[in-house]
């Protein structure tokens, strides 16, 4: 065969390579892809959410889904056994768990008897959602004129999921303001007064994500719950000077001179 003999033979093949995989999809994928759909399910994971147990919740995307015979199943990524069946408490279904092994796809599908309706493939670690941190608080610090943020995070008790980004959200209550955001790392910030009003209600909360260099990604936290705190009537623009760490130096300063003198 001649080299445009063999061109055209090629672009024949494709032809009808091409045509059959869309006479494919016309017939049968379409119905796949739609009841794909109708079925579609999300799922996080939880990573020594109790000890060294991990969790995995799912739930229908579609809130009206009859779900009444539907159940769910993991396969694979799996120690020592091969699927374990979700329990299903109400419209969520859900495992706790040892049996993780936190490397490689596993496939999750939705199983009407033992027939299989549709399957997705995920990985745990890629799917984690962080337990949402507590106890956040706010100290006024009146020589620094600044307000210290701290809070706390089961994950610094964990040993895989330990890389954390923190949102802390705050804004001026009864007031249509728009939420400040922070991003940081640690779980200690610091507000300067003069950023904030005079004499006003704030609410503060955090949430948390893994980090998104990190071996584990996934999604962000519940919010903690929100911790709301008072600003001082006035700031002391000037007179802050007097007390304020430069006030200790000019202070020293002061007396280093008066000794000096008196010697
Ligand atoms: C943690 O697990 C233990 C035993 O596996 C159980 O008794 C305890 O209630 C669990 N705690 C939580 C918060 O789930
Ligand atoms: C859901 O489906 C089951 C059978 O699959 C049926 O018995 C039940 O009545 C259905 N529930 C609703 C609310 O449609
Ligand atoms: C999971 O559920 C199916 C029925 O839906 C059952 O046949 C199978 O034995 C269960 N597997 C496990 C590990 O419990
Ligand atoms: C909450 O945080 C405050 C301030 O950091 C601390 O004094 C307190 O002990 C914490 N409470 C709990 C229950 O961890
Ligand atoms: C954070 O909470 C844990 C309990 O979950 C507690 O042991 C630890 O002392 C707390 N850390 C701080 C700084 O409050
Ligand atoms: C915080 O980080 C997120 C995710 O990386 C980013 O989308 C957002 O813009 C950052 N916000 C601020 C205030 O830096």
């Not at 994928?29 to 579609?40: C, F, G, P």
């Not at 799912?58 to 769910?72: G, K, M, Q, V």
């Not at 705050?170 to 007031?175: D, L």
């Not at 909360?205 to 705190?229: A, N, T």
Request: glycine share 4%.
């Amino acid at each position: 065969m001649t080299i445009l003999g063999t061109a055209f033979g090629m672009v024949f093949y494709l032809l009808q390579v091409v045509s059959g995989e869309s006479g494919y999809a016309q017939n049968g994928d379409l119905e796949d892809a739609e009841l794909d759909d109708y079925y579609s399910f999300s799922c996080y994971s939880q990573l020594e959410v109790n000890r060294s147990h991990h969790s995995l919740t799912c739930t229908f995307d579609d809130p009206d889904i009859n779900s009444t015979n539907l159940e769910l199943e993991i396969c694979g990524a799996l120690l020592e056994i091969n699927c374990l069946n979700f329990t299903k408490l109400q419209e969520v279904y859900y495992i706790k768990t040892k049996k993780f092994l936190l490397i490689g796809d596993s496939e999750i599908c939705v199983k009407l008897g033992e027939k299989s309706i549709t399957c997705k493939k995920m990985n745990i670690v890629k799917i984690v959602k962080p337990e949402a941190p507590f106890n956040i608080s706010v100290v006024y610090r009146e020589g620094a004129n600044d307000f210290v943020v701290t809070f706390n995070t089961s994950h610094l008790q964990k040993k895989y999921v330990k890389n954390l980004m923190h949102d802390v959200a705050y804004r001026q209550e009864k007031v249509e303001n728009n939420w400040m955001h922070v991003n940081l790392s640690s779980t200690k910030l610091t507000l300067l007064q003069r950023k904030l009003q005079d004499d006003a209600m704030y609410e503060i909360k955090v949430r948390s994500i893994p980090y998104s260099s990190d071996y584990f990604e996934g999604f962000w936290s519940e919010w903690s719950p929100s911790y709301h705190f008072r600003t001082p009537e006035t700031k002391r623009a000037g007179l802050s000077l007097l007390y304020g760490p430069v006030s200790r130096i000019i202070k020293r300063l002061l007396n280093n001179c008066v000794r000096n003198q008196e010697r």
